[in-house]
């Protein structure tokens, strides 16, 4: 948790970069902060930028990042571009000594992770990265059972999570580089930093296959299976695969979370299952735009749900509690830029692992929070 010194109050001249679906969701979000009196929209979608800007009510907007980003309205940035476009802009506003948010992961290499870093830490502002898991109630509660040693010390640590193809499809034909490792995987290795932050990973074990996503032509496995090990030997299990039918009814991630302690256990299931709908109408899938589904896990949605007009769920608090940050100074959950670097270089780490076939052991500055 960050804070800031002293409780101020500040008004907010906001910048979205990154007009699409976690752009657009994060700008309906702030449109109603009490301290946002600003919006600016970029993106090199003009068409994209516009439609949002009308949607959020937004009185800056264009297709170029720095000219909305140094208006002199604008003193906090949001850069929900996609992962391979998100250091240009971060650079842009943490020049500017401007308050930025961007989306996970911080960068696809170490090394612009690494220039982001620096430039955060000579800047006047401040950069934090969106990982929402922390803010899923059910993941939240883990957090506050660890940090009170109801657990004793945690020797052990499984997370699975499964999605379907249509949306690794989704994410391979925006990125070919954001792979469900990198991409997704990542907000359980940031729990695993962020429930034991005094225990880094120090050595990745790591295999996988492929089949149905490499036949669509994309270089990515169906199935990763992960072993880390901590500093004190703890282990921790991480499998993934992405490669479920096209319409299988999860309309996010399925997962099951189990912590394992020298005094006590704790057993998170993610599945969705409690919540099934069927309808002859059609659910939309909030991923895939041309993908529609008759069954549904309700609330299998990552970021969360829209009822009522309003997005409510994981990404809507974290994007309260960043403005809150930015708007009074009071406490911050959200990734500090070398949790988010960590995060990084442990996927990357992963991947390295599956595709050498070898035992990746990680330095000391990478393992580091």
Same mark, same amino acid.
Do not use: C
């Given at each position: 948790m960050e804070k800031k010194t002293g409780l101020h109050r500040k008004d907010i001249g906001l910048a979205i970069i990154g007009a699409g679906r976690i752009g657009t969701m994060r700008a309906t979000l702030a449109a109603s902060h009490a301290a946002v009196r600003c919006?600016?929209?970029?993106?090199?979608?003009?068409?994209?930028?516009n439609k949002l800007a009308e949607a959020c009510g937004a009185s800056i907007v264009g297709s170029d990042s720095l000219e909305v980003i140094s208006n002199p309205a604008i003193n906090t940035v949001i850069v929900a571009t996609g992962e391979h476009q998100?250091?240009?802009?971060?650079?842009?506003?943490?020049?500017?000594?401007?308050?930025?948010l961007v989306e996970k992961p911080i960068a696809l290499?170490?090394?612009d992770a690494d220039k982001l870093?620096?430039?955060?830490?000579?800047?006047?502002?401040?950069?934090?990265?969106g990982y929402s898991r922390r803010f899923k109630r059910r993941y939240l509660t883990v957090k506050e059972q660890i940090s009170r040693g109801r657990l004793g010390s945690v020797s052990g640590l499984s997370a699975r999570i499964y999605n379907s193809r249509a949306?690794?499809?989704?994410?391979?034909?925006?990125?070919?580089?954001?792979?469900?490792?990198v991409d997704s995987l990542t907000y359980f290795v940031d729990l695993l930093?962020?429930?034991?932050?005094? /225990?880094?990973? %120090?050595e990745v074990w790591a295999r996988g296959k492929g089949g149905t996503i490499r036949k669509a032509g994309f270089d990515c496995d169906d199935v990763t299976y992960a072993v880390l090990t901590l500093a004190d030997g703890a282990l921790v299990n991480f499998s993934c695969s992405f490669a479920l039918p096209d319409k299988y009814p999860s309309l996010g991630y399925c997962a099951r979370i189990e912590v394992i302690g020298t005094e006590g256990v704790l057993m998170i299931d993610d599945?969705?299952?409690?919540?099934?709908?069927?309808?002859?109408?059609?659910?939309?899938h909030i991923y895939v735009p041309d993908v529609t589904v008759n069954m549904a896990f309700l609330s299998s949605s990552a970021p969360g749900d829209w009822v009522g007009g309003d997005f409510w769920g994981p990404l809507a608090s974290e994007t309260r509690n960043w403005l809150d940050f930015v708007a009074t100074g009071r406490p911050c959950a959200l990734a500090t830029?070398?949790?988010?670097?960590? /995060?990084?270089? %442990?996927?990357?780490?992963?991947?390295?692992a599956v595709a050498s076939g070898n035992t990746v052991r990680l330095p000391e500055t990478a393992a580091a929070r």
């Open positions: 919006i600016g929209v970029a993106d090199t979608d003009a068409a994209a930028a998100h250091v240009e802009p971060v650079l842009q506003a943490l020049n500017q000594g401007k308050q930025v290499k170490l090394a870093i620096a430039a955060a830490a000579q800047s006047s502002g401040s950069l934090h990265v949306q690794v499809f989704q994410m391979l034909k925006r990125d070919p580089h954001a792979t469900p490792v930093g962020w429930y034991v932050p005094d /225990n880094p990973v %120090i599945d969705h299952l409690d919540q099934i709908m069927y309808t002859e109408r059609g659910i939309p830029p070398l949790e988010a670097r960590n /995060n990084l270089a %442990i996927t990357l780490a992963i991947e390295e």
